[in-house]
């Protein structure tokens, strides 16, 4: 970023600087809408455990309607997990046999949280049996670690 008003003017003069539009919150995560930066498809099973993300929710649930609030009787092709702190992390051991075979965990926290960060996370989804296959920012508010059970397990 240029302090320099003079200097911003030059920059925009060679082509540096032109405005960004701003993508919608669906294209928040580069050029890919973050349903499909997630993985989810159209009829899969979701549960959100813990997730206070409404706009999230939204669309999850207009990609499929196979989407639950609650804990699945049954595993689903994909879970996912809000930990707002490290305490929250040790519900994994206990989330994790939620998920299908074939399916992932995604944990969802809040960036930039000094309390909670990606090695939490990982170390928590290692402890639980799984295998960390993906990082990702989610939304502008929730970082996310995409966990899956091993090949040897599949």
Known sequence: MVANPNEREVARTLG?????TRLPMEAENGDRPVVDKLGIRSGMRVAFIGVADEDLAAL??????????????????????GA??????????DIAPLVATEGSLWVLWPRGAE????????????????VDVKAARVTERLSGLKFARSLRER
Do not use: I, N, W, Y
């Not at 707002?84 to 051991?93: D, H, I, M």
């Open 16 to 20: 540096f600087g032109r405005p960004r």
């Open 84 to 93: 707002e702190s490290e305490f929250a992390l040790k519900r994994l051991r």
């Open 115 to 130: 309390h909670l960060g990606h090695t939490h996370v990982r170390q928590a989804g290692l402890a639980a049996g799984l």
């Open 60 to 81: 999850v649930a207009a990609r499929t309607p196979l989407v639950s609030t609650l804990l699945p009787r049954t595993p689903v092709e994909m879970v996912l997990f």
